[in-house]
């Protein structure tokens, strides 16, 4: 009898020591998924700081496109109150598409296209952009 007492706790040991080593690889991937997800938000908040500089240059140059840059302004703001992954998605969403639209108005006036400042800021968005999508794809991959 005694032999099946050894045995039995022997088995007890090997489950209970699998259920914490599983429990804290469950532990690590959560937080190496949060931690991804958090350098996306560090990019997406880049970039939306850098968008605030970009509408001003731009409304120098193209006074008559205000729905265009209140759009911009709109959906920043959206992006900024955003909260968990869904939402944040959706509102990154708008704003590209409002910054898409802001871009092609850039196209219109050529001295905007030849402002320092706005070659400057565009390529930290650039930059930006790239960091992102860098970041969505290790979270994409830590998922």
């Not at 937080?31 to 958090?38: A, F, L, P």
């Not at 871009?103 to 400057?120: C, G, M, Q, S, T």
């Not at 952009?129 to 991959?141: F, T």
Request: hydrophobic share 45%.
């Amino acid at each position: 009898m005694p032999k099946v007492i050894w045995i039995g706790a022997a088995i007890i040991v090997v489950l209970v020591f699998g259920g914490i080593v599983s429990y804290n690889n469950l532990v690590n991937m959560n937080e190496t998924v949060n931690g991804k997800w958090s350098q996306v938000e560090n990019q997406l908040q880049r970039r939306a700081d850098l968008i605030p500089n970009l509408v001003n240059t731009v409304k120098g140059y193209a006074v008559h496109e205000q729905k265009t840059i209140q759009a911009v302004a709109d959906a920043r703001a959206k992006l900024a109150g955003a909260q968990g992954p869904a939402a944040k998605a959706e509102a990154n969403g708008e704003l590209n598409t409002a910054l898409s639209r802001l871009l092609v108005i850039a196209e219109n006036y050529p001295d905007l296209k030849a402002d320092k400042n706005f070659r400057a800021l565009m390529e930290e968005l650039a930059g930006t952009e790239n960091r992102l999508a860098v970041a969505r794809q290790d979270y994409n991959e830590s998922v």
